[in-house]
């Protein structure tokens, strides 16, 4: 099965096979849809089948097929599986039938094939850009100017620093980082690290190589991609290659 990867401003789609992560976290909430069989260990609980998995909740993934979905937490979308967690670790996605005969292609449209997930779960789905939850308007043209990198255009994030990026907001550094973690709920050189990550992701999904996605992403090098990608996902960048489709 060819694995799909889409990739817009709060929200990484991928239809994969054979995902078998190690313990890990990460900063966005997680929705797992299998066509098959998956289990998702939190500690000493299982739960299996359809899953919404909490943002920063370590978690143990393995799946036959499916979808996983990765929202940004404070993104208009984030904010329904919010409410929906109600403070939990993770919650099962009850009487969800999945689609095992479908087959997505790179150049398909996402959103009808999610749809009795999301019609499931009272979710709007919309991939036309997501409309995010932060009330200060700096932070809003912040977060615009980074996913400007979704589109091929990589402001090389590693190079903002919260000094230089203080600045450009007419701020102090520390007013700066207040704010952002104040409007996001996590500090800036974590949500930096995050984005990076999302932009080598989006690099790999473009065919580069992981040398070529970790100059682009603002990593040291390819080693540096490969452990943060690691910590963050679970797997290696040579595990992860088979959920990247190829020209």
């Not at 999904?205 to 990593?219: E, K, L, M, P, Y």
Request: proline fraction near 6%; aromatic fraction near 6%.
């Amino acid at each position: 099965m060819r694995p799909t990867v889409w990739l817009k401003p709060g929200v990484l789609i991928i239809y994969g096979a054979s995902l078998d992560a190690a313990i890990h976290k990460h900063h966005s909430i997680q929705l797992v849809w299998p066509t098959s069989s998956a289990v998702c260990k939190f500690n000493e609980d299982e739960i299996s089948g359809p899953l919404i998995i909490n943002s920063q909740v370590e978690h143990q993934l393995q799946m036959d097929a499916g979808w996983v979905i990765l929202v940004e937490p404070k993104s208009e979308l984030g904010q329904q599986l919010s409410d929906r967690l109600a403070q939990a670790d993770a919650v099962p996605i009850e009487q969800v039938a999945p689609l095992s005969k479908v087959r997505p292609e790179p150049g398909d449209d996402p959103i009808p094939l999610l749809t009795p997930l999301t019609t499931k779960l009272s979710l709007k789905l919309e991939f036309a850009g997501t409309a995010s939850n932060v009330t200060d308007e700096r932070i809003q043209q912040l977060l615009a100017n980074l996913n400007t990198c979704l589109s091929g255009d990589c402001l090389k994030p590693a190079n903002w620093r919260a000094s230089e990026v203080a600045k450009g907001l007419s701020l102090s550094e520390g007013r700066f980082l207040h704010l952002f973690s104040e409007q996001m709920d996590i500090p800036w050189r974590p949500y930096l690290l995050w984005h990076r990550m999302t932009c080598a992701i989006n690099a790999l999904a473009r065919d580069s190589s992981v040398t070529d996605a970790a100059h682009i992403a603002g990593f040291s090098d390819s080693a540096h991609l490969s452990r943060t990608f690691r910590k963050l996902f679970g797997m290696s960048i040579r595990e992860s290659q088979s959920l990247f489709p190829k020209s």
